[in-house]
Each structure stands twice: as C-alpha cells, then as structure tokens.
C-alpha cells in the first residue's frame, strides 16, 4: 500500500476549531446512526444491514464507492479537487462488526439481537467516520489530496483488514484511526509512538493421556494432574524466560476434559491466548509453549499436541506520523487534551495489517462521561460510552486528514 514518492504542497493550514463546530452539529445524526447499528449488531466478515446503513448515510457525498466482495467491506474515495498529478492520499478506517455475547447495558436502543452485542464501540467508529466523511466531502474543493475512507468489517478475530487489503485497496501514504477507550474521559485522547496493541495467537493442547478406572491411577496415565502441572509450568516459563523488559502474557482460559467421578479421562484440552509486542517475543512464546507443554507431558509418560492458531501482528505507531497526529490533536482539542500512554495495551487489533503496509497511527479516543466512576471496558455486557466523545472523534479524523493532505506529515 506504502507508495514511494508523495507529492507535497505548502500553503498555509486552514484553522482546524470550524471542524469541531460542524463535527458538533452533525451529532445528532451521527447518535442516530450509532444507535440503529447498536441495536442490529452483525459478527465476522458478513456485516451487510450495517453497511446498508452506513451507505445510506454516506448517499449524496460525491464519493467513488467500491463495494469489496469477499466481506462487506467499502471502501470510499474522495477525491481532492486541489490535488496535483500525484496527489496525496490517506486512510481513514472504521471497524464495522460486534461480538457474540449479550448484552446488559439497559440501553433504549439495546441490541435487538441475543447473544450479539457492539461491546467494542464499532458502532461508534463507523458513524464517527461517516461524520468525517461529511466533513471532509463539504471541504472537497480544497483538498490536496485524496481521503480513502475504509470500512471495515471481521475486526474481531476474522482478520477482516488482511483480507480488504489482499482484496485491493488504494495505495496510500499514510493511515489513522481511533479506538474508543472507556477507562478515558471524554475530551481526551491517548497516544503513543511505537507498539500500541499486541500480537495475538491463540493455542490449544491435548494432554493425551490412557484413560480407566479411578481406583487404579497406576494402570493408566492421567491426564489432569499432568494438565495441572502444565499449567503452572507454562507460567513458571514466562517469567523465567521472558525477558522482564519483553512484555509478554501467556494466558491458560479452559481446561476440558473427565466425564465422570470414577472414570480417568484419557484426554485433557487446555486453550489460551499468547499476546506480544514483537515479533521476537511472540516466536518465543509459541516456541517455548510447544517445548514446555511436550516436555511435562513426556514427563508423565503422556503426550502433548499443541496446536498454535495465528492471530494478528503487533499494532506499530509510526514514529513520525504518530508526531504529526499527536500536534493535530493538540490543535484541535488542546495540548492538555492529549494524553501519552504510559505502555501499549495488550489487547490486539488488525488494524495492525495496516500499519504494516503503511506509516500511520492509532489514537484511543475517551469516551467516559462526567461523573461515572467505574466504567466497564470494551467488551464488557455493561460497556457504556459516551456520545458527546462523538464529534471529537468526526472532528479529529477530519483533521488528521486535512493536514496530512496539506503536506503536514
Ligand atoms: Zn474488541
Ligand atoms: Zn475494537
């Protein structure tokens, strides 16, 4: 997506603060969207009433739309009409998609749906960069360059980035995005250069034991005490073996395996999660799971078959365009509103497939209102935000857009 020479202009920034007021005056359209596709959550690739309501929203811009095939992706151009022969151009990216669990937050517009649930804020993503869309769409004539505005479904655990990117997307300069993040006050945002959210790999291991009677262990191999000491064998490798500046997390979430009181299972199933903020970890931590988990296992006299699912790669602010955004924000909200995180979240994000490909950032957007004390995270049942966060949001990737195209990165 990276392209190799971008042209640059150097006229004088336009002030950034009529953003905030437009982006403030579309609130209420844009509180209108969010809730319609809070109430009609869709999970994975296929998100197709979302992306009739966000089409339907974006109806009128003067926009190229291109409606991607293999998930329902769209990805949106809007061509600046103060662009040169090779014209700048950034990405904009909202995540569309919902997750299976239910939902307890009591909210008139909760989801119509048991057992989905917008407990990540996407619903919020998606109208904000409708908003910017609306934004930016009205300033057309005066652009330096091309915005591609990616929507984008599958972010939770479908990869849905890698695959509209192996898809076909427009080559790009640079890329943004927000994130709510419930724990912030409204008005905030948070940054910071560098590895922003981790990779991801889920595992799995069979302790294959022989099964038979409870009363004579010593005629079979038991799997669950083998499965026990494994477990804390795995967490004894993490701290001992992982260098402590290397931040890693290696998470043991279910252990199957027994069907009655008096019968030794033959097979017990642990799963879990691998999280990393390099890859020099992250080929540690798969490396050293396999070896730890066949080696208690041979131990015992059992068997331990580790399968490792890849996730997603570690999410990388780039150095510069995470300064160039950082001083934006700071234009449009005030310095004091831009928060530098004190380390990288260990949740993981495919918008990490984008920042592979091209320099580009993403900021965490505050989104608890006055007054709440303990604010349930992103993808908590109880996950509330903060719809005045809205338009700071709109507002924000508007900006980022308009200066980056202007030459300001
Ligand atoms: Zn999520
Ligand atoms: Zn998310």
Redesign the pocket.
Known sequence: MKRKSPARTTKSPQPLAPLLAEARALQPRMVDLRRAIHADPEIGLETPRTREKLLAALAGLELEIDLHARTSGVVAVLRGGAAGASPRRILLRGDMDA?PMPEETGLGFCSRHAGRMH??G?DAHVAMLVGAAHLLAARRAELAGDVVFMFQPG??GFGGADVMLEEGMPAVDGAFALHVAPPLPTGLVGTKPGPLMAAFDDFEIDVVGRGGHASMPHDCVDPVPIACELVLALQSFLAREIPAPDAGVLSVTQIHGGTANNVIADVVTLQGTLRALSASTRAALSAGLRRVAEGVAKTHRAEARVRIQPGYPVAVNDGGFEAFARGVAGELLGSQAVIPLPGAVM?AEDFAYVLERTPGAMMLLGVRAPGVADPAP??STRMLLDEDAMPIGTALHAAIATRFLAGGC
């Open positions: 997750l407990a990540c996407h972010e939770e949740g992103c993808h």
